[in-house]
């Protein structure tokens, strides 16, 4: 195949990586005679992560050197899925597989990478996503200087050009005067959010939606709102008076992306009008109570969708299939098979998903999957079933499946408990082990009991977010969990930041759950 630069795409991303430092077991290795080897290793590895990285791929054009066809972007996810996969498990796993610098090993970080890395001594890998070098002895990324020459060159190489590409005339005037290049600091979107008084609810799921990369994509690619709602100048214009005519979630958000990926302050970040912005729309959420971090997600979608709606119809664009962020990112579908006891003939209905709560009160419920084998267990209904087929009223079962998993599934564990005798309300504060990448094919309708596959690789999910829940019911806060793109999880205590290993994430009594497609 061959490579040419697309002038009609946006700018490569920025290289965020030069700040990173060499570890004493690199410098050492560099110090010997295997200084050659590792660059030369390195040059080869590296080449391919980056010709295959998806932020990159936007950026070129690849076409078949035998005809110039041009080969579509499906089809070159389809390669990297293909290509970089573990030689173990054939997970690709979101990102996090590593190509060993001393072998031709390609393993999955959870498992078999580290365990190759210590089986053989082997401490060095390179990230396939982003080309970084990752040391298992020190259990972080790595950089070198020279290495990182070599890591942008492949990347000028694959694109063609080591600058953004030139317009000509008033259009080149226009984009100089209107482009400003975000800071490595900002293009992370590591920022903090100030709490105004028990608004750690809000804060914990705004960082889950801010670095979900699906929603990034949508909110950074929305150009239908941004053109068609009356709001958008109101906010884009910093002007602090929201009312009930002009609130709009979907321009608040698309102004909360912009102010956490290009803002040059350290300091965190206030949500005033989005306070204001969600009292306007729904009353329960006035004042400054602690409310409920799932409620909350919940209303933050339906906006979404109400949003779109509203504004698809302005526009004259067809609103079914519903494409707005909270149904491409998180909708999904649920069926119920009604099995009869008489004929045993079986009814199947399909109902809208966005998420799953799970009820965590039953003492075997100690991992996800004991939480998801207790939903889609089949359990005998407690009043009669008018069969269809049989028209005898008997006795039946019913059993739930995911008939169509969204690309990010949540999950809520169902902590908070309600006694509606006396009015209370209870915590269960119990742990439940939420695994790093969990496989749902036994989960789905189309599940075959008799394969000898337990594991379909479209149905492997990366856990990428959580948000718990810490204190009691009434008087508890939020924090949330994160990882980024480079694989690093991180803490989001409001204002704070704190990077987090992942043994920290494993003993997180969880609340709400975000799990990612891996193939994605």
């Known amino acids: 195949m061959a490579t040419t630069y697309n002038p009609q795409q946006r700018t490569p991303p920025p290289d965020n990586f030069g700040h990173i430092q060499p570890c004493t077991h690199l410098t050492s290795v560099l110090e010997t005679k295997a200084h050659d080897t590792v660059m030369a290793t390195y040059r ?48 690709c796993n979101f990102y996090l597989v590593f190509i060993c610098l001393q072998c031709p090993h390609v393993g999955c970080y959870h498992e078999h990478a580290l365990k190759h890395a210590k089986d053989h001594n082997h401490m060095f890998a390179i990230d396939s996503h982003n080309g970084l070098l990752f040391c298992f002895q020190c259990g972080d990324y790595i950089n070198h200087a020279t290495l990182n020459r070599i890591r942008l060159g492949a990347v000028a190489n694959c694109v063609g050009t080591d600058s953004p590409p030139e317009t000509e005339g008033e259009d080149a005037e226009s984009v100089a005067a209107n482009y400003v290049k975000p800071s490595s600091h900002a293009v992370q979107g590591l920022k903090g959010i100030v709490n105004l008084g028990s608004t750690c609810y809000m804060s914990s799921i705004l960082q889950t939606m801010l670095h979900n990369p699906l929603v990034r994509f949508q ?47 350290h300091e965190g970040a206030g949500i005033t009008n989005l306070l204001m912005t969600a009292w306007y729309k729904n009353q329960l959420l006035a004042g400054f109570q602690e409310q409920d971090a799932h409620e909350f997600w919940q209303f933050l979608l339906n906006e979404f ?77 407690d009043v009669k079933y008018k069969c269809q087929s049989c028209l005898e009223e008997t006795k039946a079962h019913r059993s739930l499946r995911l008939k169509k998993i969204p690309p990010v599934l949540s999950i809520q564990l169902k902590r908070f408990k309600h006694n509606f005798a006396n009015d209370t309300a209870s915590k269960i504060d119990v742990d439940v082990d939420a695994p790093f990448f ?48 480079t694989g690093q999880w991180f803490k989001f205590d409001d204002s704070v930041i704190s990077h987090v290993s992942h043994d920290e994430v494993k003993a997180t009594k969880a609340y709400l759950l975000f799990y990612i497609a891996h193939n994605i």
Do not use: W
Request: one cysteine or more.
């Open 219 to 265: 909110f950074f690619n929305n150009d239908l709102h941004y053109f068609n709602c009356a709001s958008q100048s109101h906010y884009h214009s910093g002007d602090d008076q929201i009312d009930e005519s002009s609130a709009c979630i979907t321009c608040l958000m698309d102004t909360i992306f912009k102010e956490f990926f290009t803002s040059t302050s």
């Open 44 to 91: 080869q590895a590296v080449a391919v992560s980056i010709a295959i990285n998806p932020l990159l791929l936007k950026h070129v054009v690849y076409t078949l050197k035998k005809d110039g066809l041009l080969v579509p972007q499906a089809k070159l996810s389809e390669y990297k899925s293909q290509m970089l996969l573990c030689g173990e498990c054939q997970l």
């Open 438 to 485: 969990l496989n749902l094919t036994k989960y789905a309708s189309d599940f075959n009991e008799e394969s000898l596959d337990p594991i379909d690789s479209n149905k492997v999910y990366e856990l990428f977010a959580v948000i718990n829940h810490t204190g009691l019911v009434n008087t508890g806060h939020y924090i949330a969990l994160i990882k980024n793109s």
């Open 305 to 381: 969708h109400s949003d779109y709606e509203r504004v698809a119809r302005k526009a004259g664009v067809a609103t079914e299939p519903c494409k707005c962020v909270a149904h491409a990112t998180f909708s999904g579908q649920l069926e119920s098979s009604v099995a009869c006891g008489n004929c045993g003939a079986v009814t199947k209905t399909v109902d809208p998903l966005v998420d799953l709560s799970l009820e965590v009160h039953n003492l075997n419920n100690r991992s996800i999957y004991d939480c998801l084998d207790q939903f889609t267990h089949n359990e005998a209904l």
